[in-house]
Every structure is written in structure tokens, then in C-alpha cells.
């Protein structure tokens, strides 16, 4: 057996001088391999003339390209908040027709209006004239009142 002791600084230098130089020469040999190996390849290859790089784009006026995108995208946005626009001023102007209509009405005595939204709810003259404590002639006026007010609204 191999006493180790014995080895000193020395030796153990050289010992790790000739493993590196192993290393050394078994890389250079693999690269030296693949050099060739590229060689061989480009050979291989049929030689293409480099075509020059193709000339840049001309400048675009950045400005135009936004405000053509900016009016294709907003302008179905644009149409449909107008046409929601004159929905809603349609729907105003009607608003405004119907409490013209009611302020032009004579006021309803606090013991008809019950009556009256009884009618407007399709009771009967019976029933109006029960729930409200009044005569049934009453309630068959105060039901002619709420139909003619209906007729006269639409």
C-alpha cells in the first residue's frame, strides 16, 4: 500500500499540475472538434448572398394614426350615447307633459283619494263605497272621476 504521508507539497503540485494539464488537452481536443465539425457544416450549406437589410419604414405622423383610431372607436360609442341621449329627452319631455296634466287637474279632496286609488286598482263600487265609509252613488262617482282621468292621461 501507498504510504501518503511521504507525499509532500511538492508532489502534490505536481500530481494536481498533470491532472489540469490532462484537462487542458482533452478540452482543446473537443473544441478543436467542433470547429471542424462547423466547417464542415457551412461547406455543406449552399453559400446564399446576404441580401442588404430591407430600408426602414418611412416616418409615420403618429398624431394622424391616434386621431383615425381615436374617431374609429369612439365614434359608435358617440352614436350610441346620442341615441340613449334623445331616449331619455323623449322620456323627459313626457315626464314633464303628464305633471303639466296633473297640476292642470283640480285637487282631490283627502277623503276621495283613497277612494280613488281604490278605482284605479279595478275595485268595485260596492267595495270603495265598504272600504271608504261612503254611499255607493259616492263611489260609483269617485269610479266614472278615475275613469275618465285614465282615458284622459293616454
Same mark, same amino acid.
Given at each position: ?12 503540485? $505536481? ?6 494539464? *490532462? ?15 462547423? @466547417?464542415? !457544416? %457551412? ?18 405622423? $403618429? ?5 383615425? $383610431? ?13 341615441? #340613449? ?5 323623449? @322620456?323627459?319631455?313626457? %315626464?314633464? #307633459? #303628464? ?8 285637487? %282631490? ?11 284605479? #286598482? ?6 270603495? *263605497? ?7 252613488? !259616492? *263611489?260609483?262617482?269617485? $269610479? ?8 284622459? !292621461?293616454?
Amino acid at each position: 500500500m501507498i504510504d501518503l504521508s511521504a507525499i509532500g507539497w511538492k508532489e502534490a503540485a $505536481l500530481i494536481a499540475l498533470i491532472i489540469l494539464a *490532462a484537462y487542458m488537452g482533452y478540452a482543446l481536443m473537443r473544441l478543436s472538434m467542433l470547429n471542424a465539425r462547423q @466547417r464542415d !457544416e %457551412v461547406a455543406i450549406a449552399p453559400q446564399e448572398a446576404v441580401a442588404p437589410p430591407p430600408p426602414p419604414p418611412p416616418p409615420v405622423d $403618429l398624431q394622424a394614426e391616434l386621431d383615425a $383610431l381615436f374617431d374609429a372607436r369612439l365614434a359608435p360609442l358617440m352614436q350610441a350615447i346620442e341615441t #340613449r341621449l334623445d331616449l331619455i329627452e323623449d @322620456r323627459l319631455d313626457g %315626464v314633464g #307633459r #303628464r305633471i303639466e296634466t296633473v297640476n292642470q287637474l283640480p285637487p %282631490v279632496a283627502p277623503q276621495y283619494s283613497e277612494a280613488l286609488s281604490l278605482a284605479a #286598482r279595478g275595485y268595485s263600487a260596492q267595495d270603495i *263605497a265598504e272600504q271608504c265609509g261612503m254611499s255607493v252613488g !259616492e *263611489a260609483e262617482l269617485v $269610479l266614472n272621476l278615475a275613469h275618465s282621468r285614465d282615458t284622459g !292621461e293616454r
